[in-house]
């Protein structure tokens, strides 16, 4: 197991450079989808970051797998956020921290994604007081909201990041930004994709461009279940664009 500093000591992982880059909603389980979480720790992956999400939240008891994938990514300089669920806003507050207490302390992450985000102005307040919290708890930390749409644009100010579209590929293509996207930089949205053919794959990255979104996840995976749980078919194209894109 590659050596982990202790929660206490360490230093937060620092930021990525500015440019398109891959965040990683959610990969099985490290023994279910062993090979997906090699394939993240690849030397020249443009990561942005990577959840970690050991069952539904960080579970009920430290996951020493769990742990040795999170540290790797780590150690290769990569941010490795906690999943934790606000339920659209309908959970206790002190739930979630408790959540986020155990991925600091059994898996030293470097941030959150808030799954099933509010998106309407109602649930605003809520939303600022629970990532203060977060922020608080873990200094420095990277905070995602996911909302998977466009919310209201108080949001833009209260976290690092908003996933403003999480969809299939046939309403993506024909999705548009509001207006006051562009009143931000692009380091500030999220789009994730699923159900996207090998053919159009240049397609959408011109698509997040454009709407300016720098943080990405596209895949051709679809069906009911988890479409994020395991790497791209055309996961070495999508390195290789994006990496390229990044270096010019």
């Not at 996951?63 to 941010?79: Q, T």
């Not at 207490?101 to 959150?112: K, N, P, S, T």
């Not at 509001?178 to 990255?205: D, I, Q, Y």
Request: aromatic fraction near 8%.
């Amino acid at each position: 197991m590659p050596p982990l500093t202790p929660a206490g000591t360490r230093q937060p992982v620092a930021a990525r450079p500015a440019g398109l880059g891959v965040g990683v909603p959610g990969c099985a389980h490290p023994l279910l989808a062993p090979l997906e979480w090699a394939g993240l720790g690849r030397p020249g992956v443009p990561l942005h970051w990577a959840v970690l999400d050991v069952a539904h939240g960080p579970g009920v008891r430290p996951d020493p797998h769990c742990l040795e994938a999170a540290g790797r990514l780590r150690n290769g300089g990569v941010r490795v956020l906690g999943h934790l669920d606000m339920c659209f806003g309908a959970r206790h507050p002190a739930d979630i921290a408790a959540d986020a207490r155990r991925y600091v302390e059994w898996y030293l992450v470097d941030g959150f994604l808030l799954h099933r985000c509010p998106s309407g102005r109602v649930g605003l307040d809520r939303t600022r007081r629970t990532v203060a919290g977060l922020r608080a708890l873990r200094d420095g930390g990277h905070v995602v909201l996911g909302h998977g749409r466009h919310p209201d644009p108080g949001y833009a100010e209260t976290a690092d990041q908003l996933v403003t579209f999480a969809g299939p590929w046939s309403e993506y293509r024909w999705s548009q930004a509001p207006e006051w996207t562009a009143e931000h930089p692009a380091e500030r949205f999220c789009h994730l994709v699923h159900g996207v053919p090998r053919g159009h794959l240049e397609e959408a990255l011109r698509t997040a461009r454009w709407q300016g979104a720098a943080t990405v996840w596209f895949t051709d995976r679809t069906g009911p279940d988890d479409p994020w749980a395991t790497l791209p078919g055309y996961w070495d194209e999508i390195v290789s664009r994006i990496g390229t894109s990044v270096s010019e």
